[in-house]
């Protein structure tokens, strides 16, 4: 197993991050790198790993989020926004629905740009472990390009691209 990589980022105001988001976000996706079924579908796809990079924004306009998607030494680099939920005190597990829903999302759009097979069902969640490993979230404000006073209110393709580091990629851009 182990083809799934996933890199956890936020856009911030305030330099924090929805921890419990992140969590659940990638509780998810380690589900799906462990299961029989998702791994033959991504079997499928003819590149051995995909590394899936999870930019969840604050509160911007998500009508459309935004997703990288290219080939980079033998490995597929998807990368997405998605909406942060509300800051609340929730718990990662009452944010696992949402989690679900964004993390199927993206899949969709790496099935269509890969032209692979429908997802397989997403299987049950184990329960988290009590000691969860440290989870590393990278964070970066997001400044206007234009240097106006109004935020630009959402990542552009470019920024994704570059918030986990990426170089020289053959884009499958959508």
Known sequence: MDWLHPLMGTTTVDGRASQAYMVALQHVVMTLDGDPAWQRWWDAAGVPECELGIVAEGPFDHLRPSADICKVSGKLRANF?????????????????????EVT???EVIREAMGLGALPPVPP????????R??????KAVVPETGEVDAQGY???????EFFGDEDPQSLSR
């Open 125 to 132: 969640l184990p329960d988290l472990p009590d000691h969860a």
């Open 105 to 107: 999302g993206m899949f």
């Open 81 to 101: 926004t998605c909406a942060a939920p509300a800051p609340g005190a929730r718990r990662p597990a009452e944010l696992f629905p949402l989690a679900v829903h």
């Open 155 to 161: 990542l552009t393709l470019t920024q994704i691209r």
């Open 134 to 139: 440290e989870l590393e979230v990278t964070c």
